[in-house]
């Protein structure tokens, strides 16, 4: 349920950022995301090929960053949610009881990521806002995410709303 | 396949792609993205919340748009931005094309730079994810 408690709670971690490793692409994971979409392009399978056209390994698709739900193996199964997602995955909240849903992606991509690269993940809340809808109140977030690799270079920002209800 | 930024007038329309998500391909893109919500894989609990089969996971849908934008630009473009939005489910059996339309061509720091309106929409007409992105092209020498 939506409360203006938790509305409250939301609105107090307004700019409050968090750093997390998320590991490294690997060529495997790359050309799997790629099967899975229907993705064909020899620059997500092919090695020489991705190396004549100047990069030191295939590279993700564009989206596939933002797209990974976990980086590391996940919780016990006993602990997900009756949902199967995990449990207390947005701003350390109890949100147990709330739905959370997608509400829209802007996505900049400033350099390909290439197999190999260790990615980190600098996430930061920017904007909370309540709107009334049909089914009671909403509460709808706004992130910012930036994936960088080791050298802190900028790869991607993804700009994400989340819609709780 | 090579596009270039001169040839590309405001108008064009894109050439489209259509998908059609079956069962195993949602199984396994929840499993690619270590994605555990089961309303993509429990057809029964996917029916407890009201729909009629598992769900198309939102970013499989932004998957298909960006195959259509980084397709549709070959060897010399560079995708830099898409933003998009879900805004009515998809399931197993539906056919999904995605379109796009350009919008608007502009010189930017020395490069071409061309946006597109995209939609991806449900057999029935529904459009399921409205978007936008943003190609870069080099300019021909001069």
Known sequence: ?165 | MRREFSQIGIGDEIEEQSHRPTQVQLFRYSAVTWNSHRIHYDRPYAEKEGYPDVLVQSHLHGAFLTKLCTDWMGEDGRLVRLALRVRRFAVPGDVLVCRGTVVDKAVVDGEGRVTLRLEEVRSDGEVCAPGEAVVAFPLAET
Request: with cysteine.
């Open chain 1, 1 to 165: 349920m939506i409360t203006t408690d938790l509305f409250d709670e939301i609105r107090d971690r307004i700019g409050h950022r968090e750093t997390i490793g998320l590991g490294v692409v690997t060529a495997l994971q790359i050309r799997r995301y790629a099967r899975a979409v229907g993705e064909d392009n020899p620059l997500y399978h092919d090695p020489e090929y991705a190396r004549k056209r100047g990069f030191a390994d295939v590279i993700a698709p564009p989206n596939m960053v933002p797209s990974i739900v976990d980086w590391g193996e996940g919780d016990v199964e006993e602990e997900l949610l009756t949902d199967g997602t995990a449990p207390g995955h947005l701003l350390g909240l109890d949100i147990s009881d709330v739905r959370i849903m997608g509400g829209g992606e802007e996505m900049e991509f400033h350099r390909p990521v290439t197999a190999g690269t260790r990615l980190t993940l600098h996430s930061e809340l920017v904007d909370v806002a309540q709107r009334q809808a049909k089914t009671g109140l909403m509460i709808v977030l706004s992130f910012r995410n930036n994936y960088r690799d080791e050298a802190g270079i900028p790869l991607l920002t993804c700009n994400r709303t989340v819609l709780l209800r």
